[in-house]
């Protein structure tokens, strides 16, 4: 059946997931998940959905609950708001609108693998343009006519994130839309959701990390309201579940609990920085939940192996031209005392 496929596909190398162990006994950061269950409120409004006979019909396809939350909590317009299965879903909504088949998507590297994935998917080009020095964003930027622009922020791998008023310039200077990733911007002290106003710009969350619900798959994008009526097109019908919606208004609701974990993953994220630094690893200061550890002495790589062989499990990565290093996630203080023990017998 291969042979039926467009060449786009066939041609594709297709994104690769973190490996994801289903063992107990492995330390586990290397996809960046949250080490703090999820709130309690959202075990009891996915039981209220177990329990009322709402698993046979279907969700609201618009999650109007979530967006009245999301709402409140966040200072938008709920009408702002589009809803995805994870924030993967809401990017591919955003490819799939804003870039034909022969179109080019543009983002920064090194960042998010994904963005050529989805741009190979449509058949269109993908350009990347490397970070200036300190992770700045070249200026000017080079590219101002892509169909659209991604620049995650906090980026992955190297946690750093980029001036909200650079970003704003960037997106004066693009002739198209501009979309600001924000995955990881609970983790950092300042965020750019005010950029949504602007009729270019859209910002994308993700609930997996900072509110512990990757297993349940929810994400949302912020744009003008206008924009948004317009996606809605492009998403699948019933692109979030009953229980995701449900748990997703919950998480948000429970701001209290959020801050407490948040807290504790930023105290916990400086002590690993510090202590990469005395183990002779070049680390730049993270405003995500991981950090990015190089070394210009010692090649990381088999110290990738080596913690994995004693089930520490973090993510290599290999950039070509712009070097490798380790992405590690900030796990719970004892998670991270096992892995810093591990790492000072091995370098």
Not at 7 to 21: K, S, V
Not at 157 to 163: L, Q
Not at 234 to 254: F, H, I, P, Q, T
Not at 263 to 288: C, M, Y
């Amino acid at each position: 059946m291969s042979r039926f496929l467009r060449p786009a596909i066939h041609a594709m190398a297709g994104y690769t997931p973190g490996e994801q162990p289903r063992r107990d006994d492995v330390v586990k950061l290397n996809t960046n998940e949250n080490p703090y269950p999820p709130s309690p409120r959202v075990v009891a409004a996915i039981e209220d959905v177990l329990h009322n006979d709402r698993l046979r019909k279907y969700p609201d396809p618009l999650g109007t609950h979530f967006r009245q939350t999301a709402g409140r909590v966040l200072g938008v317009d709920p009408g702002s708001i589009l809803i995805g299965n994870g924030s993967d879903d809401v990017l591919t909504i955003i490819t799939r609108a804003f870039v034909p088949e022969g179109g080019l998507a543009v983002a920064p590297t090194p960042s998010y693998v994904l963005y050529k994935t989805l741009a190979d998917i449509q058949g269109a080009d993908f350009e990347a343009v490397p970070f200036a020095d300190g992770w700045t964003l070249p200026e000017p930027w080079p590219i101002p006519d892509a169909n659209v622009t991604f620049v995650p922020n906090p980026n992955s791998p190297s946690g750093t994130a980029v001036e909200t008023e650079a970003l704003e310039q960037l997106a004066g200077a693009l002739r198209g839309p501009l979309v600001i990733d924000e995955a990881y911007g609970d983790f950092a002290p300042a965020n750019a959701l005010r950029l949504a106003q602007l009729d270019n710009v859209v910002v994308t969350r993700s609930l997996s990390k900072s509110y512990s619900l990757a297993g349940l798959r929810f994400g949302f994008a912020v744009a003008s309201p206008a924009l948004v009526r317009e996606l809605i097109k492009v998403k699948d019908s019933y692109n979030c579940d009953a229980l995701s919606l449900a748990g997703a208004a919950a998480a948000l609701e429970d701001q209290e609990y959020f801050r407490v974990t948040r807290n504790k993953i930023i105290a916990t994220r400086q002590r690993l920085e510090t202590e990469l630094a005395k183990l002779g690893f070049d680390v730049v200061p993270s405003q995500a939940n991981f950090v990015w550890a190089t070394s210009a002495s010692t090649p990381v790589k088999p110290v990738f192996e080596e913690l994995k062989r004693r089930n520490v499990l973090v993510r290599c990565m290999d950039f070509g031209p712009h070097g490798d290093g380790l992405r590690i996630s900030v796990g719970t203080d004892h998670e991270i005392d096992h892995l810093l023990s591990e790492l000072r017998n091995i370098v």
